[in-house]
């Protein structure tokens, strides 16, 4: 059954057909790392540099989203990403203060190469486009709502978990939801299906950098 | 010095001199080395093959888009001259692929469209600073291959691969980019293209260390 009591909706065949990869999303060590409360100082350095670097391009990615979407309901429903973005940035720059994270380190290449590819999907078309928008989104929302109830609200870490897992995020991702399906009534295409796949792949890549490191 | 058949001047000398310490790890990486002395592995062959037909895939899209911003026709005409040979070499994988019968329609690796994506993203920094990754791209390419010619042997599987990208017309190629750059920054390089420029030749390191050693996602 669909979200709305009908068939599958697209954006459920997207999550659908990315299914094998979510037990890695959700079994992610640094996920897990985060919800015990043991993720170790200079993981989390890492990860406030990696997460300003990309929220900074994400900012990019959603304002080109607004400028190729189709329609007015379509610009509008994006563009309310923008200000949880700003407010995303500044909570990584507190969280930078706080921690003594130099921000004007060179960001690593799962950083880069992550960002770059959403950047570069907005010459590809809307609903590819929009399909890994909604990928980034749904990606982080399953992966921090999943500890939310178990993660110590002590931590340095709550307000990234209590942020992206909220009930105002998952507002938006179920807007972005609707655009998803509107933008392809009869079922994701394979460009869809493969820039949703590809996202998931990315943000397992770029957790996967925070938790261990790497360097180029 | 000298670059690409042609003289640094400006810009793309400046670029080259912030980026030295890499330019050294370029040049003596083990997989340019390895295929220099023809005694790359098979698979890393066979990776290299698969990896960089999607590289030029999604190099191809970078280029157009450049041709795109480029400020005026000559400049375009530069540009669009470097869209006929990729042709050649993507024709030139499909072949080499199809004879080792490997899968080049598979999904590339994560540094492979990490780093293509790259370039297609810089398109969004404006002229100078997409041009700049368009330099350091070629430039890596060339210098890594050409430092390898003169050892290469001609029997070897990876000479047509290692002559196309040190060849005379590569490097005329080359030395035409480097001059849309010093006409693009003549005051020269900016912060910008500083790190876009260092980013590619980083990128294409990581690149290298892909396919030499596997990766997976």
């Known amino acids: ?216 | 010095m000298t670059q690409g058949g042609g003289r640094a001047v400006g810009s793309a000398r400046a670029l080259l001199a912030q980026s030295a310490p890499l330019w050294q790890r370029l040049t003596a990486h083990p997989f340019v080395l390895r295929a220099g002395d023809g005694t790359l592995a098979t698979e890393a062959f066979g990776r290299w093959l698969v990896e960089d037909y999607w590289f030029v895939v999604g190099f191809r899209r970078f280029l157009a888009g450049l041709v795109g911003l480029a400020p005026d026709a000559l400049s375009a005409d530069v540009l669009a001259a470097g869209l006929a040979p990729l042709q050649a070499e993507l024709d030139l994988f499909r072949r080499e692929a199809a004879g080792r019968r490997l899968d080049i329609a598979g999904e590339p690796a994560p540094t492979t469209l990490g780093y293509t994506s790259y370039l297609q993203a810089s398109l969004a920094d404006g002229w100078p600073v997409a041009v700049a990754v368009l330099y350091g791209a070629e430039k890596a390419y060339y210098d890594a291959w050409a430092a390898v010619r003169a050892v290469a042997r001609r029997a070897s599987p990876y000479w047509p691969f290692i002559d196309n990208w040190s060849s005379d017309a590569f490097a005329g190629w080359v030395a035409a980019v480097a001059r849309l750059l010093d006409a693009a920054a003549p005051a020269g390089p900016t912060a910008a293209m500083c790190t876009a420029f260092d980013r590619v030749v980083r990128f294409e390191l990581r690149f290298w260390d892909a396919v030499h050693n596997g990766e997976t996602w």
């Open chain 1, 1 to 216: 059954m669909g979200q709305h009591g009908g068939a599958v909706s697209t954006a459920e065949q997207l999550v659908l057909h990315s299914a094998p990869l979510w037990p890695r999303v959700l079994g992610h060590p640094l996920v897990n790392a985060v919800a015990a409360g043991n993720l170790d100082p200079g993981a989390f350095d890492r990860w406030i540099l990696a997460e300003h670097a990309f929220s900074t391009e994400y900012r990019r990615f959603i304002a080109g989203m607004v400028t190729i979407a189709p329609t007015g309901w379509d610009a509008e429903v994006i563009a309310a990403g923008l200000a949880p973005n700003k407010c995303d940035i500044d909570m990584v720059n507190r969280a930078a203060l706080r921690h003594g994270t130099d921000l004007d380190i060179e960001p690593g290449p799962s950083t880069i190469g992550f960002a770059g590819y959403l950047q570069s999907l907005l010459q590809r078309g809307y609903d590819v486009a929009l399909a890994a928008l909604y990928s980034t989104q749904q990606v982080y929302f399953d992966a921090w709502g999943s500890i939310r109830d178990r993660t110590n609200w002590s931590t340095p870490y709550w307000p990234f978990v209590d942020t992206w897992s909220s009930a105002i995020f998952g507002d938006w991702i179920g807007g972005l939801c609707q655009l998803v399906d509107a933008a392809a009534p009869g079922g994701p295409t394979a460009p869809m299906c493969l820039s949703f796949d590809r996202v998931v792949r990315f943000e397992l890549q770029f957790w996967s950098a925070i938790y261990v490191g790497e360097t180029w």
